[in-house]
């Protein structure tokens, strides 16, 4: 199982059914000085909602979260 911070998210359509594979996500393994983290991912067809999760996976510790953003890009 994985042990990360990071921030996971996925796409679902108009039941609020998960559609589309799991986005690569942004994440943290070991101690680490502040860095930015981006990610740019298609939106699925029959998308109508996005679920991001802030979270600590099968670890321990404290994580910062600053300034997520959802950027449209054409």
């Given at each position: 199982?994985?042990?990360?911070?990071?921030?996971?998210?996925?796409?679902?359509?108009?039941?609020?059914?998960?559609?589309?594979?799991?986005?690569?996500?942004?994440?943290?393994?070991?101690?680490?000085?502040w860095?930015?983290?981006?990610?740019?991912?298609?939106?699925?067809?029959?998308?109508?909602?996005?679920?991001i999760?802030?979270?600590?996976?099968?670890?321990?510790?404290?994580?910062?979260?600053?300034d997520v953003?959802?950027?449209?890009?054409?």
């Open positions: 199982a994985s042990q990360d911070a990071r921030v996971a998210f996925a796409f679902r359509d108009e039941k609020d059914v998960r559609i589309g594979n799991w986005p690569p996500v942004p994440s943290v393994k070991t101690d680490s000085p860095v930015e983290r981006t990610v740019t991912v298609d939106v699925p067809e029959g998308a109508k909602t996005l679920y999760q802030l979270a600590i996976f099968n670890a321990v510790g404290t994580v910062d979260f600053d953003k959802v950027i449209p890009q054409k």
